[in-house]
């Protein structure tokens, strides 16, 4: 039976091996002079007969958080393997700041949190982390106190020296967390790390993924909650069948491509309203009021504005649609599946 909830995270605000300035991610330009802290160019990774990865190409940003998105078996643990130097490339070059994937002293760098993290469950938290510590060649109090640094830092402080079978899937993730943290890594890779949590755990990780980067800190983050991806990512890419589909900055992938006007007390006839008809994707009325859906270009814009005026009526509100990142996955994969002639004969409602 798990234990009581361990308090909500509230990291601490200085560490004990010193906290890297916070690095904004770029800009909607590539080139905007941030360091690459991974670069996979022309990526191939074939399995006899099977390409798992087929020539991808992205760069992630020092101080970022990048989000590595697809559907089951499109490719992401491949590549995750081949940045951790688990596994070779067939073809391409994958570094990791700045050294080939796999360099002995990138590893001292980096870290790796699974979907499900396997521990020995007679022992404790500060066990377990203490023995990863023990890997990096921490000893004594300099261990000690990074371990309690950490455990302080996921919450964990007060439960430390309770066996792991007794902890529930949200302490656990935790743990593995913190022994994620123990070598202070430049670049994290988290395959899933809100997987299964109650809604509390849930939000405390994804906190706690935020509080990561305003560290510094580099994380790759993969996973199918789309709604924290969307929270919490600076850029996405969506892989599908060992191809990148779509790469972006995820305010620039949820924009909507058109605007709502909400306008008052418009005087029109039915030639004014034909004529609004004509120069806009969607009219509706509501008592006095026009909802008026239009392409987001100023142009677009202009005309909507000028014929309101024209008719003497208020513009009450301008707002530019939105979809969701989940929106935006479903469309690319589903664009694939039926590229390639595998998608669902009945498609999910409100996609055409």
């Known amino acids: 039976m798990a234990q009581d909830r361990p308090q ?3 990291p601490p605000t200085t560490s004990p091996n010193g906290v890297r ?30 390409v798992a990865v087929n020539d991808i ?12 998105l697809g559907p089951n078996g499109a490719g992401k643990t491949t590549t995750i393997k ?13 570094r990791v700041l700045g050294k080939p994937a796999g360099d002995i002293d990138v590893k001292q760098k980096i870290s790796y949190l699974p979907e499900s993290p396997y521990f020995y469950e007679h022992m404790s938290a500060r066990e377990v982390v203490g023995f990863y510590g023990s890997l990096f060649g921490l000893s004594g109090t300099t261990k000690a106190k990074r371990v309690d640094y950490l455990l302080e830092q996921v919450g964990l ?27 202070d890594p430049k670049v994290l890779f988290f395959d899933e790390p809100t997987s299964g949590l109650d809604p509390v755990a849930h939000r405390d990780i994804r906190d706690l993924i935020l509080h990561l980067k305003n560290e510094g ?10 709604s924290d991806v969307e929270l919490v990512c600076d850029r996405v890419s969506i892989l599908n069948r060992g191809k990148i589909r779509r790469l972006g900055h ?3 992938l949820i924009a909507g491509a058109h605007i709502e006007i909400v306008a008052d007390n418009v005087r029109a006839d039915d030639a004014r309203l ?14 006095n009021k026009l909802i008026i859906q239009t392409d987001a270009t100023t142009a677009a814009k202009n005309r909507v504005l000028d014929w309101v005026r024209g008719g003497g009526g208020d513009v009450l509100e301008m707002s530019q649609t939105r979809r969701t990142l989940e929106d935006i996955f479903y469309e690319t994969v589903h664009e694939g599946e039926v590229e390639e002639g595998t998608a669902m004969a009945i498609p999910r409602q409100g996609v055409k």
């Open 8 to 10: 909500a995270v509230a």
């Open 157 to 183: 402080q007060g439960a430390g020296s309770k066996a792991l079978r007794d902890f529930s899937k949200g302490m656990l993730q935790r743990v593995g967390i913190a022994q994620s943290l123990i070598n």
């Open 217 to 226: 800190r580099t994380i790759f983050l993969s996973s199918h909650q789309l």
């Open 21 to 50: 300035p916070a690095t904004a991610p770029p800009s909607a330009d590539p080139n905007a002079g941030y360091a690459k802290a991974i670069e996979i160019n022309h990526l191939v990774k074939k399995y006899k007969n099977v």
């Open 82 to 94: 081949t940045l951790l130097g688990l596994i070779f490339p067939t073809a391409g070059d994958v």
């Open 57 to 68: 190409s992205l760069d992630v940003y020092e101080g970022e958080i990048f989000g590595f």
């Open 274 to 287: 034909a004529q609004l008809r004509e120069m806009t994707t969607g009219v509706e009325q509501a008592g």
């Open 250 to 252: 995820v305010e620039d």
